[in-house]
T-cell receptor, first 114, second 113 residues
Framework: GAGVSQSPRYKVAKRGQDVALRCDPI?????LFWYQQALGQGPEFLTY????????KSGLPSDRFFAERPEGSVSTLKIQRTQQEDSAVYLC????????????FGPGTRLTVT | AQSVAQPEDQVNVAEGNPLTVKCTYS??????LFWYVQYPNRGLQFLLK??????LVKGSYGFEAEFNKSQTSFHLKKPSALVSDSALYFC???????????FGIGTKLQVIP
């Protein structure tokens, strides 16, 4: 079956631009996670959704970062006024239920801010 | 706060030899522990998890991991390494009752033919 998909796969933004990153989770998966992975590091938790409810956004680094999942399926991570330190791979993962279940990861979106 | 340590940046092992990739963790409550693998140009893939029960858990591709509560460790093992096992391995922990999963920085496994 289809896995988690993310678009775009690559994004180059000029500093100060807004970007929107999309995640299509596996159908029927209740939980959705966003992570930021810097070069040479492990994924860093950003935020968690259960259906349409954003239950944990403790990892969002600043108020420039915003995520939504309005209908409990597709999710969008938006970054406003991008900065160079936002350059990273943004990973989306979904799981059938909560964090005790294994997560299925998308291929990621590589964001480069110039 | 929960944390994970993977003390080795890289592990080299000869094909056919046993391999171990180390992981230690810190949580306040009961841990949920995971191993994921990342092959070049591919997304993270789940290998195995420990929630409760037997300390030795078996996962995909012949991998297994042993949960040791007293040493707060969850080392990944395989009896006989394959060249195709060469990849980046991540250990992760979640504290029971919370959804946030914390990943280690990863260990690069290189299996030498």
């Amino acid at each position: 079956g289809a896995g988690v998909s993310q678009s775009p796969r690559y994004k180059v933004a000029k500093r100060g631009q807004d970007v929107a990153l999309r995640c299509d989770p596996i159908s029927g998966h209740v939980s959705l996670f966003w992570y930021q992975q810097a070069l040479g590091q492990g994924p860093e938790f950003l935020t968690y959704f259960q259906n349409e409810a954003q239950l944990d956004k403790s990892g969002l680094p600043s108020d420039r970062f915003f995520a939504e999942r309005p209908e409990g399926s597709v999710s969008t991570l938006k970054i406003q006024r991008t900065q160079q330190e936002d350059s990273a791979v943004y990973l989306c993962a979904s799981s059938f239920r909560g964090g005790g279940n294994e997560q299925y990861f998308g291929p990621g979106t590589r964001l480069t801010v110039t | 706060a929960q944390s994970v340590a993977q003390p080795e940046d890289q592990v080299n092992v000869a094909e056919g030899n046993p391999l171990t990739v180390k992981c230690t963790y810190s949580v306040s409550g009961n841990p949920y522990l995971f191993w994921y693998v990342q092959y070049p140009n591919r997304g993270l893939q789940f290998l195995l998890k420990y929630i409760t029960g037997d300390n030795l858990v078996k996962g995909s591709y012949g991998f297994e991991a042993e949960f040791n509560k007293s040493q707060t460790s969850f080392h990944l093992k395989k009896p006989s390494a394959l060249v195709s096992d060469s990849a980046l391995y991540f250990c992760a922990v979640r504290e029971g009752g919370y959804q946030k999963v914390t990943f280690g920085i990863g260990t690069k496994l290189q299996v030498i033919p």
